[in-house]
């Protein structure tokens, strides 16, 4: 299932901030969250985002930063999609490993 109004935001620059999504996201309508997406390990960036808006016509127009700068780096924008679910690791009982 796609949700219209999650944005995925692709080639994002380590240094960008959430505020920063906010703040050139926000000029096309309310937001209702801006996520970059860490590193679990290191809490660095993992250099992706999403951006989920009040509206699916918002984040339509939204999509129009497409290949705009953003903190020294061309974003990808593109309207999300869910990602199938992993099945259980890799060990020999299926489980999580710890």
């Known amino acids: 299932m796609q949700q219209k109004n999650k944005l ?15 703040e050139a996201f926000g000029a096309f ?16 960036s993992r250099g992706f985002a999403f ?3 009040a509206s699916d016509s918002d984040a339509n127009e ?7 700068n953003l903190s020294g780096r061309d974003m990808r924008v593109s309207v999300a999609t869910e990602r199938p679910r992993r099945q259980g690791g890799g060990n020999r009982e299926g489980g999580r490993r710890f």
């Open 51 to 53: 951006v989920t808006f």
């Open 29 to 44: 309508g309310e937001i209702q969250e801006a996520k970059i997406i860490l590193d679990r390990e290191t809490g660095r």
């Open 62 to 68: 939204a999509l129009a930063l497409d290949g705009q």
């Open 8 to 22: 995925f935001i692709g080639n994002l620059a380590f240094s960008a901030t959430e505020q920063e999504l906010e």
